[in-house]
Structures are given as C-alpha cells and as structure tokens.
Nanobody, 124 residues
C-alpha cells in the first residue's frame, strides 16, 4: 500500500513557475514508476509527466514538453514536478500517481495509487 500526498499548488501569474511535490509512504517507493496527471474542469484527467522507478527514463505529455520537468528523490520518497512558463490552460488539479511497475506508462488506468490532488491556478 502506498499513500501519496501532493503539495506546492497555488495561484500564479502567466509565465510564472511552481514546483509540486508528492511525498510517498512506504519502504518500496524506489520500485514504483510515478506519474503526474492533471484534470481541468469538465475535462478528462490527462497524463502530464512520468518517471521510471530508477529515475532514468522520463516521459511528458505533448502539451507540456519543454515546460515541465519531473524528477524524483528515492532517498526522500518524493517525486517533483517543476512547472515553468505557466499558461492559463495549465489551470487544473494536479495528481500524483504510483504504479506497481518500474516502467513509465501514460495511461491513468495503469496506475494503482493516487494522491488527493493539488490545485494550480494560472491567472492572466
């Protein structure tokens, strides 16, 4: 069982930056691939970024490439999402997710554990 707690969301202006954090419980964090998803009002939850269990491979959604950076610190049981050059369309609830596999996947159906989400609002 893994429990995930996100933090770092907030209200920022267009062009600003945020760093989201996701703290995981449990002693096997380093065996889970991790992902960040986001869900805007009235839209499906979409893949934003993912990182393999070792941290050696990363994947990004097309709409965030070049602006989002995912990283992890297995010693701290934490995964991060650095968001730069924020746009109004980045406004969403951001969710951290873990899957019992080492490889990054983009489908939300492949993730087994989810956090409660953190709100990111970008104002123009």
């Amino acid at each position: 069982q893994v429990q995930l707690v996100e933090s770092g969301g907030g209200l920022v202006q267009v062009g600003g930056s945020l760093r989201l954090s996701c703290a995981a419980s449990g002693r096997t964090f380093s065996s889970y691939a991790m992902g960040w998803f986001r869900q805007a009002p009235g839209k499906e939850r979409e893949f934003a970024a993912g990182i393999s269990a070792s941290g050696g491979m990363r994947s990004y959604g097309d709409s965030v490439k070049g602006r989002f950076t995912i990283s992890r610190d297995n010693a701290k049981n934490t995964v991060y999402l650095q968001i730069d050059s924020l746009k109004p369309e980045d406004t969403a609830v951001y969710y951290c997710a873990a899957r019992t596999g080492r490889v990054v996947v983009t489908s939300k159906r492949e993730y087994d554990y989810w956090g409660q989400g953190t709100q990111v609002t970008v104002s123009s």
